[in-house]
């Protein structure tokens, strides 16, 4: 899976639209966004 950067909303929009054409739902990319974001806020505890 590809990793996109803070800012590249075009990506992001055209990963969705990919997503979405093959079926996986809104809620499926919603609950994968929100995983990733507590895998960041955890990194970011360990690191301070």
Do not use: F, P, R, W
Not at 17 to 34: D, F
Request: with cysteine; aromatic share 2%.
């Amino acid at each position: 899976m590809k990793v996109c950067k803070k800012g590249d909303y075009k990506e992001v929009a055209k990963k969705a639209s990919e997503l979405l054409k093959e079926g996986i739902g809104i809620s499926e990319i919603i609950n994968s966004t929100q995983k990733s974001l507590m895998n960041i806020k955890k990194l970011n505890k360990k690191i301070k």
